[in-house]
């Protein structure tokens, strides 16, 4: 149920990062140990700058549509209602309000989508396992409940355009913060991951001489950078927003380094599920994104919800 972009910028400096590192260590001790000193000279002006440039950063918004490639317009007429349909409780994206109604990024998404499109509008709640088969049996029209895309579900529903990705960052404690986290600053630091997960995949190939710690579940990985077993934690971005932001962590942490949002490990993103073959609706749900995002009513959504950017 947990959200999960092509190979990105991100990804190409990591390569050269590791490159680099690895033509180093082969130039010799000398040029190592003047290697070893450039780096801590860069670590140590990214992480006293750290928290001026937090103080000053605009909330970081994720855009993923591109100015240049405005889609056209589609014939509208034939749409007359969308039927939503969404899960019951994946807070923030979905719950059920105090008044008993849906509500959620993802539900008011849903109303501003409608609202630009010029069409009635219904939101029906189930469970989040019974989605795919309610879409398919047209019990709903488009599904907008944070739904993974993965080749599997391609098989059986078709995709919008994603509307939002799930990164993967770095956390650590306050006083240690970094604006830019590269292969070679964490060359021999403890970074706490998820045993088994995708995340620690990822650090296994491009942050080859960082000190991995398995953990076997989130509330360990965060207490072992609360108690200063490990230096970093790395994971899904998203649900360690919402732990900085919350009591549980003590405002022990912050975010250190940019996103890490390459597919082949964190998935190709989040997009609104409809009938496969239904283009109608998946080219009118796609127009209405970009509209949305470019009078920047998607920039308002996403602010309202996200204290702390993930991204």
């Not at 396992?129 to 488009?142: F, I, M, P, Q, Y």
Request: aromatic share 10%; glycine share 8%.
């Amino acid at each position: 149920m947990q959200p999960q972009i092509t190979v990105s910028a991100n990804e190409r400096l990591i390569r050269r990062g590791a490159t680099t590192l690895g033509c180093l260590l082969a130039a010799g001790w000398m040029l190592g140990a003047e290697a070893a000193l450039d780096r801590a000279r860069a670590q140590a002006v990214a992480t006293t700058s750290a928290s001026a440039a937090a103080a000053v950063a605009p909330q970081a918004v994720p855009g993923f549509w591109d100015p240049r490639h405005r889609p056209d317009r589609p014939d509208l007429s034939r749409l007359t209602v969308i039927r939503f349909l969404t899960e019951t409780d994946y807070p923030p994206f979905n719950y059920t309000g105090p008044d008993g109604k849906p509500a959620g990024f993802n539900v008011d998404l849903a109303r501003t989508l409608c609202e630009e499109i010029k069409v009635t509008c219904t939101i029906q709640m189930r469970r989040f396992e019974t989605l795919v088969d309610a879409l398919s049996s047209n019990r709903g029209d488009a599904i907008i409940a944070s739904l993974a895309v993965t080749p599997e579900l391609r098989k059986r529903i078709d995709f919008t355009d994603p509307y939002y990705r799930t990164p993967a960052r770095f956390v650590s404690r306050r006083d240690a913060v970094m604006v830019e986290v590269r292969p070679e600053y964490l060359e021999g630091k403890k970074v706490g991951v998820i045993a088994g997960s995708a995340h620690e995949a990822y650090l296994k190939v491009f942050f080859t001489d960082a000190e991995l710690h398995g953990y076997p579940n989130d509330e360990a990985l965060r207490q072992a950078l609360r108690q200063n077993e490990v230096d970093f934690i790395f994971g899904d971005a998203i649900s360690l927003a919402f732990w900085i932001n919350g009591t549980d962590s003590e405002s022990c942490c912050a975010f250190s380094g940019g996103p890490f949002i390459e597919s082949r490990y964190f998935g190709e993103g989040i997009g609104i599920a409809v009938k496969r073959g239904n283009d109608v609706l998946r080219q009118a749900l796609n127009w209405a994104l970009f509209r949305i995002w470019e009078k920047g009513r998607y920039t308002d959504l996403w602010l309202r919800y996200f204290s702390v950017s993930p991204f």
